[in-house]
């Protein structure tokens, strides 16, 4: 069953696919395996794909060109921009300064549309707001590439209340693309409410809180790529987390499901306005991810997990702390 992104959005899958880690975001990629991914995502009418141009500088983009080739119209193109690169260890890249320039948006789509082999993207999202550039003026130079037809929605980002209300007095807003998970609930208290309330669907990365949930690891040592330097996933933190992980899995047992998929049918059953995007480069993977769209969570399941893990229970934030300052502006 569809659900639509916003009032008057389009229907997508409720379960996307999150395309970062087909590009080196958590260590070893194969460009193969993932367009295999890709294109069975697309049969599986799960087309929601997610990228964004500063994914190891376009790789990511350039992926999805050549896995969409010839079945663009099956495709939903979920596009971020804004985000400035710079060089990163091991000669991968790091994030660098956010952008909301009217001329660097204009610009960057562009180069997108190019690298996805298109015409049109789909949803065209701010991925971080510039504190230097006035909101309205980069939705204002978003709405002209809808007028041209470029692109067909607008999303933000990891936005905050005051700037998803300023966005949404210039153009309509089609979602909001924020991190939301058992960990990661602080948009419950403002966000949420205002989205809502202005008609804007709510596409949530990281269910899995980037894999934390699974209840795959069980030292901080068997993070061995760039997750190692989230708090979350280090040192105490670590072990406190996982005891409530170790509890999700017991519970996820008795369900006859995988604690992937508690996770993902959790933050599911907060709204029908809701989508999910987990990320994943294999099959495998994609195929157990959309089998969460099944499990059907009771009153008692949501109550049992509420009392596992309760709104801030959570050791560690979600970014470094370098990186936790371009967050919900």
Not at 224 to 249: C, H, T, W
Request: hydrophobic residues 35%; glycine residues 10%.
């Amino acid at each position: 069953m569809k659900r639509q992104l916003g009032k008057k959005g389009p229907l997508v899958a409720p379960i996307g696919l999150g395309c970062m880690g087909m590009s080196g975001a958590y260590g070893q990629f194969d460009d193969k395996q993932s367009i295999a991914t890709i294109e069975r995502a697309l049969e599986l009418e799960h087309s929601f794909l997610d990228t964004a141009d500063y994914y190891l500088t376009g790789h990511n983009e350039t992926l999805i060109g050549q896995a969409i080739k010839g079945k663009r119209e099956k495709a939903f193109l979920s596009v971020k921009t804004g985000q400035l690169v710079g060089p990163g260890p091991n000669g991968g890249t790091a994030p660098g300064p956010v952008t909301g320039r009217p001329e660097y948006i204009r610009n960057a789509v562009m180069y997108s549309l190019q690298r996805l082999k298109t015409d049109y993207i789909d949803l065209y999202t701010l991925a971080r707001i510039d504190p230097d550039v006035p909101i309205e003026e980069t939705i204002g130079a978003m709405a002209d590439l809808v007028q041209k037809g470029v692109i067909l929605n607008i999303g933000l980002s990891e936005a905050s209340a005051e700037s998803i209300r300023k966005a949404a007095t210039v153009h309509p807003i089609t979602a909001l693309q924020i991190e939301y998970s058992l960990w990661s609930r602080d948009i419950e208290e403002k966000v949420l409410p205002t989205i809502r309330e202005l008609g804007i669907g709510l596409v949530a990365y990281a269910p899995l809180s980037r894999g934390f949930l699974t209840g795959e690891y069980q030292k901080p040592e068997d993070i061995k790529d760039s997750r190692a330097f989230i708090p979350r996933f280090q040192g105490e933190n670590f072990y406190k987390n996982l005891e409530m992980v170790e509890k999700i899995k017991s519970l996820a047992n008795e369900k006859g499901c995988t604690p992937s998929q508690l996770a993902i049918a959790w933050v599911l059953a907060q709204g029908e306005d809701i989508i999910t995007i987990p990320g994943t480069k294999q099959i495998k993977n994609l195929e157990l991810n959309i089998a969460a769209e099944k499990v059907n969570l009771t009153t008692e399941d949501l109550q049992s997990i509420e009392a596992i893990m309760p709104l801030g229970s959570v050791s560690g934030t979600r970014y470094p702390e370098k990186f936790m300052s371009t967050l919900n502006r």
